[in-house]
């Protein structure tokens, strides 16, 4: 069954000859498919009581956000200027001695090789993921969305990969595709190969197994989401098509995939930002082997730091990995904007 | 509505911060932090046990213990935070660092009570200081299944040429059963296994100058061999780290396997009735005897505030009603670093070294000819690039080329000989500021 038919389909206005049915959302608090509020809900809220901030009481809301912004800045900005101070220095990281580099610590990693194999890695990685993980999730998602005997049972289980403890996927995962595992097995019953494929020491297949690996604990995620953006698709608007003699894939097509295209893509966003920066899934899985085939920044960064014990150079290379991501993070409120007026006609 | 004072809620967060961040008055107590690396859940009780018993001799004093099975980069972690244990548990490559960077105090007073008792080669001076005390040796030898060599009536290998043999003779492929395990893993236990070789081959990493060598023909035809023995290993072994090498003797998948002595442990464990057919062997003969050796210590961090406390707690732990009931948490594995506790009924009784006490003589034999990246041989000076060349992994990476990606020996030593190089030239550099 599908949600509440009164709310209205937030990207109605992206779709060619479908803006009359943004008229709707004025009325109602409605959250959108890409789990954003309906502009419209608040601007038409029924005139209440100002708030303290909005009646000049400064001093309170001051001090009310005070202990929240001294948390905030101890435990986030504090330590994100010191790496980026830190960046700029050489330091043993045992003995924790500060000799001014400049830019030394960038030129040096720009100039070597296994930091531009480790971002392409990550690049990789990141993309595969986030692919793999986006493509099961919207099928996964799809399926659920009709109704069928056991729905709620394979709803909840479907979550499963996403609590699973990393550590716990991971060693699971490991053992499936060793020589021993159901992955080799299944292959020598089918005659694929003898004596097994060595899935995570190879530099040709570690890396789509670590894909792989990340996109199953991951797809929960995808599919969760998209299954709540589908559920607050009204029902008026199939039915209109479905009266107009439009096909099942027509419908998918021109109708759910368009609607879908917002949270889709703000959850691609997501996994891009997270997937860049992983580190325990791959560590675990091949600590970035064989011959740094699956070496990403996050663990190029660690054993610069407690293996080289070049704390500035490690630096260097997590402010290079924050810049990047922080241009993911531009780029995903940037497409937020881009849909929130794209909804709402601002 | 009652109105709330606009400062209420600020104070009551202030009051609430002053409150958890104001230690309970404390009456004399004092802490003595330790980090170890013996994480089997039988020495993490034992030391729990010691901890305890020296609190209650010691009342007022508190042990915590950090049990950590990547000391390396844990304990660079918490000396990166400013907050290192009392106590932590060395290795050599690790200790030659550490001592390097001035933080760790001399264990010349244990030296100067004990030291004549000391197994020699436990523990190696720096610098012309002793910075350790020695708790455990471990030889790292090539185990064997007694079984399948007596009933294919093949004796137990001696030379790299017997070991070529016995590995192709039991390799079964078929019934994914194989001769020999070589991990080509991306860690350290890779390096280990071509160490092995390049050092029964008269080569070594470095030279006496500390000048890397492993583009020597020596090292050369140790890769070559050890290329040979890994067609005999089974398929996954290409992640292998330390304890798959265990894991695959006791599931039964191998003929041969090094390790310590914890391989005899794990497989008493796992495997109960492979135990008595699990035997040791010296290391093969190359143009000489030559294995890793680990000596495993405690040293005492620098400007520790509980120094004489921590010397206290080592000396009850090195007491031999401590010690050896600790050693025989790990028999075979983990042996007495004193010549006096050797023979001693306290470890020899234990019944996995009873099982064949005539193997307990080849361990203890294989600390004489043991070796390590950290102190080549008795012409090298502790080296102290070896925690960094661990730590870089080119030496795994070295041999996964030749025995992954079928580079030559010669294009992948050259390769490692330039990343040494830079290394070298980097940590100079580092440790000139």
Known sequence: MRGHACVAPPTAAIIPGKDKMTDHSSQHTAVDA???????????????????????????????????????????????????????????????????????NFTEIMADPAFWRAFWNGLVYTLGTTLVAGLVGLIVALLLDRPFKGRGLVRALVIFPYIVPTIIVVFVWKFMFSSRGIVNDLLRQIGVTGSGVPWL?????AMLVVILVSAWAWFPFVAITLLAALQNMPDSVYEAA???????????????????????????????????????VIWLLTGGGPIGATEVLPILAYREAFGSFRMGHASAIAVTLMLFVTLLALLYFRVGARIRRAMHGT | MKHNHPFRPFALSVALGLTLSFP??????????????????????????????????????????????????????????????????????????????GLLEPATWWFDKYG????????????????????????????????????????????????????????????????????????????????????QNGGFVFDTELRPTVDSPESIEALNFLKELYQYSPPESVTWEWWDSIDAFS??????????????????????????????????????????????????????????????????????????????????????????YRTS????????IQLHPEDMQIVYDAVEYGRSLGWESPNHPPNNYAGALNASNILPQMVQRVLLNDETPEAATAWAMAEILKLQAEFDAQSAK
Do not use: C
Request: hydrophobic share 50%; glycine share 6%.
């Open chain 2, 24 to 101: 309970v008055a404390a009456q004399d107590v004092r802490t003595l932090q330790i980090m170890t690396e013996e994480i089997s859940p039988e020495s993490q009780a034992f030391y729990q046990l010691a901890a305890d018993a020296f609190e209650a001799a010691k009342p007022g004093v508190t042990i915590e213990i950090d049990f950590q099975g990547n000391m390396d980069e844990a304990l660079a972690v918490r000396v990166a935070a400013g907050n290192p244990p009392d106590i932590a548990s060395m290795q050599l490559e690790r200790l030659l660092t550490y001592a390097d960077l």
């Open chain 2, 251 to 340: 599931a039964e998948q191998v003929a041969l396997s090094m390790y310590g002595g914890r391989l005899l442990v794990h497989t008493a464990r796992d495997n109960p009735p492979l135990a008595e057919f699990t035997r040791v062997l010296d290391q093969p003969m190359g143009v000489m005897r030559a294995g890793p050796l680990s000596r495993k210590s405690h040293a005492i961090m620098a400007n520790s505030p509980e120094l004489d406390l921590a010397q206290a707690f080592i000396e009850y732990l090195m007491q031999p009603e401590n010690l050896l009931p600790f050693l025989r948490t790990v028999p075979v594995h983990l042996t007495p670093p004193f010549v006096s």
């Open chain 1, 201 to 205: 020491g190879d530099d040709n297949y």
């Open chain 2, 116 to 199: 004549a008792d000391v197994v020699p080669l436990a523990s190696i001076p720096y610098k012309g200081v002793y910075w350790d005390i020695p708790y455990a040796l471990t030889s790292e030898m090539w185990w064997y299944r007694e079984d399948l060599f007596t009933a294919k009536g093949i004796a137990p290998p001696q030379t790299w040429a017997e070991f070529l043999t016995a590995a192709a003779a039991f390799n079964d492929p078929d019934n994914r059963f194989y001769g020999i395990a070589i991990p080509a893993g991306p860690g350290e236990w890779t390096a280990w296994h071509y160490e092995v070789f390049l050092w």
């Open chain 1, 34 to 104: 890409a789990g954003l509020p309906a502009a419209g809900s608040i601007r038409s809220a029924p005139t209440r009581r100002k708030p303290r901030w909005q009646q000049g009481d400064l001093a309170f809301v001051t001090l009310s956000l005070a202990p929240a912004a001294v948390l905030v800045s101890v435990l986030v900005f504090v330590p994100v200027a010191y790496t980026f101070g830190l960046s700029f220095f050489e330091q043993n990281t045992l003995r924790r001695n500060w000799t001014f580099a400049g830019l030394g």
């Open chain 1, 242 to 280: 479905t009266l107009d003699g439009a096909s099942a894939f027509s419908r998918f097509w021109n109708l759910t995939l368009p609607l879908l295209a917002p949270a889709f893509l703000i959850i691609i966003l997501i996994r891009a930002i997270w997937a860049f920066r992983n580190f325990e």
């Open chain 2, 345 to 352: 009924p306290l470890y020899m009784d234990d019944p996995l």
